[in-house]
Nanobody, 126 residues
């Protein structure tokens, strides 16, 4: 059974940093793309960042480029999202997901991901 568990969320003031973690279990994930998405209050779920199996292909949404960094540690079956220079508009529930396509390319499409975590809340007060 594939399971993804996010952690690391919390409340941080504007300009601060957080590192989110997504621990995957049920199989090895070294060949699968993984991604981060978020859903803010009153808004639709949106793409944040994605990374392919070996970490060689990375994609970021424009609104986080230069502030967020996605990475993965395949030995730990874990993907990370390092967030810096946080803004109030970053407030959202953050979700990680895995695309069970071996050697697939990281994708921005919600529909291509097969399993999702429960989410972790990030709050940046204004």
């Amino acid at each position: 059974q594939v399971q993804l568990v996010e952690s690391g969320g919390g409340t941080v003031q504007a300009g601060g940093s957080l590192r989110l973690s997504c621990a995957a279990s049920g199989r090895t994930f070294s060949t699968y793309p993984m991604g981060w998405f978020r859903r803010a209050p009153g808004k639709e779920r949106e793409f944040v960042a994605a990374i392919n199996g070996n970490g060689g292909i990375i994609d970021y949404a424009d609104f986080v480029k230069g502030r967020f960094t996605i990475s993965r540690d395949n030995a730990k079956n874990t993907v990370y999202l390092q967030m810096s220079s946080l803004k109030p508009e970053d407030t959202a529930a953050y979700y990680c997901a895995v695309d069970l396509t071996p050697f697939g390319i990281s994708s921005r499409s919600v529909g291509l991901y097969d399993y999702w975590g429960q989410g972790t809340q990030v709050t940046v007060p204004s």
